[in-house]
């Protein structure tokens, strides 16, 4: 992507109760990184994030564009996929976005799609993603589920730049937490829930924005 204009503006994706976006707001209002969160996409209308930037005090006037992937009759995924990710894309034009951060955003960006936030002087996305688990273990969905029913000591969370595989892209940071034997799931994924939120925070301070 050529870049005119130094500002960064930011994008966050979020498809579930955004606990990592509100957190992505949060060190954006404390100024950890000098960006600007331009708008909040999401493809699930009951998403739990919609909800919290309305209501919330601060974040409320943060434009949410619902855009849910809708396959037409007759249409095929490629298709589909491509039209939905045209939609995003004229949204992220519209606001000046050259960086986009996933926060639980479960739909899988396509390679043409990436292409537009890649940044030749460092040779990777202008995208980055946080993932519960220490990849490359437990890619894709669930990886709290696999990680405790696999009965991993120590689990971890990641923070990478994305690339067209699933959770494969370059690693920016990664964390180690311990599992605990009296650990029900919900403590394990609360435990590593506050470690995103750290490495999330660590990760938009050390960042390399370009
Ligand atoms: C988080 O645990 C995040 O790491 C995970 O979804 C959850 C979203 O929670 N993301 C993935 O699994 C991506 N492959 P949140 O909506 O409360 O931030």
Redesign the pocket.
């Known amino acids: 992507m050529i870049m005119t204009d130094q500002s960064k503006n930011i994008a966050i994706f979020?498809?579930?109760?955004?606990?990592?976006?509100?957190?992505i707001l949060d060190c954006a209002k404390e100024e950890l990184f000098n960006s600007t969160i331009k708008c909040l996409i999401t493809d699930k209308k009951d998403?739990?994030?919609i909800v919290k930037i309305n209501t919330h005090p601060v974040y409320k006037n943060i434009p949410i564009y619902t855009i849910p992937f809708v396959k037409k009759i007759g249409e095929s995924h490629p298709v589909a996929k491509a039209r939905h990710e045209v939609e995003i894309k004229e949204i992220l034009d519209s606001h000046h976005v050259n960086w986009i951060a996933?926060?639980?955003?479960?739909k899988i960006l396509s390679a043409k799609f990436l292409k537009c936030y890649f940044d030749e002087s460092f040779q990777k996305n202008r995208v980055i993603?946080?993932?519960?688990s220490l990849l490359p273990k437990y890619?894709?969905?669930?990886?709290?589920e696999q990680a405790f029913n696999s009965g991993d000591e120590v689990s971890g969370?990641t923070i990478h730049h994305v690339d067209s595989g699933?959770?494969t892209g370059p690693i920016i940071l990664q964390k180690t937490f311990k599992r605990k034997k009296e650990d029900t799931f919900e403590d394990f994924?609360n435990r590593?829930?506050s470690l995103?939120y750290q490495i999330y925070r660590e990760a938009l301070v050390s960042l390399d924005w370009k």
Do not use: Q, R
């Not at 979020?14 to 957190?23: D, F, R």
């Open positions: 979020a498809s579930g109760n955004g606990t990592n976006a509100i957190n998403a739990g994030i996933l926060a639980g955003y479960m993603n946080i993932h519960p890619p894709g969905k669930d990886a709290y969370v699933i959770d994924k590593g829930l995103e």
